[in-house]
């Protein structure tokens, strides 16, 4: 196991800032582009609009007699071959950056205190400049947690291959990589990096050739069936949802959008996406054998267990972790414990002792209204 440690409106501005993002540029806009994306999910409302996670029309049957001791109920998971106290991730969020150091090693030591899996942001920034490694190590403060580091897989059609792979994961001492998916948001970002085209290979090719587990991510829009079925093919080792319904990096790039007509098409997309639950459900029908994260607007450790019901290995969060890691290390502490006692609330009043009872825990959908 690796344990090393507003301009003026009109297309010719936008064109003009892709074509123009030369090595240099990218070099000094990837943590800058950090650092708004940080100030914006904290500051604004960029929640998805029209929308929604679908985990609220699911309920549980609740049981009245359990039959159990509040006091046996173990939410402990294994993921990936290794334990976890509790099935949660602290989704890949940010790095790169100071701020997003701060965030990262708040967020780790909660991880590591309560038994809970990690991921740390898009490592991008350090590939470009190796200077900016020590923003995402937290080895230190978490050296037993299940940790992902993370690259955008469409950096492997722009110069990155296996070498940059393995980059990112020695550089955090990682037990895995997540490959994220985000089509739309490159699509958005005057930045971005927009072509898709033959990537199931090359995702394929760096599953092979990695000497860690490869997870594929996407970042709020989700996974469908056909694909969660070409990216089992292709050798992932699990598949996280990433689906619609919470924060929406449409309205997240609306706010960086550098002309009028950038926001414009930006706010369009909004409701854009497979709900996370639909896409979870969608995901396991393609990929029948292959573990699931739920991740994508859950918010409370009730989602936890409908996501673990469904059939997901890990449930995902990202905002509330975000804000209150900003906040402080023990509001950090107190948001992931909060929800792994919300999940064993509901497993208890449901008859489950342990994750294995609670996938055969009985959920009802409640009729579109």
Known sequence: MNRAAG??????????????????ARTGATPRRKTEHIRINLEEDVRAKGVSTGFARLRFIHAALPDLDFAAVN???TFLGRPLRAPLLVSCMTGGVEQGLEINRRLARAAQALGCAMGVGSQRAAV???????????????????????????????????????????????????????????????????????????????????????????????ISEPVARQLADAGVAAIDVGGAGGTSWSEVEAHRAP????????????????????????????????????SGG????????????LGAGLAGYASPLLKAAAE???????????LIEELRVAMFCVGAGDLAALTRAELVEDAPG
Request: charged residues 25%.
């Open 7 to 24: 301009p003026s409106d009109g297309g010719a501005s936008d064109a003009g800032a892709r074509s123009g993002d030369d090595e240099s």
């Open 75 to 77: 939410p402990a998971a």
């Open 128 to 222: 470009e400049n190796p200077v900016l490694a020590r923003f995402y190590q937290v080895r230190d403060v978490a050296p037993d947690v299940l940790l992902l580091a993370n690259l955008g897989a469409v950096q492997l059609n722009y110069g990155y291959g296996p070498d940059e792979c393995r980059r990112v994961v020695d550089m955090i001492g990682a037990d895995a990589l997540a490959l994220h998916l985000n089509p739309l948001q490159e699509a958005l970002q005057p930045e971005g990096n927009v072509n898709f085209s033959g990537l199931l290979g090359k995702i394929a090719r760096v599953c092979r050739v990695l000497d860690v587990p490869v997870v594929v991510k996407e970042v709020g829009w989700g």
């Open 259 to 294: 002309t009028t007509r950038r926001r414009r098409v930006s706010r369009t997309f909004a409701g854009w996406g497979i709900p996370t639950v639909d896409s979870l459900r969608a995901a396991r029908r393609g990929a029948p054998h292959l573990p699931l994260i739920a």
């Open 298 to 309: 859950l918010r409370d450790g009730i989602d936890a267990a409908k996501a673990v019901a």
């Open 328 to 338: 402080s290390e023990e509001a950090a502490h107190e948001a992931l414990a909060a």
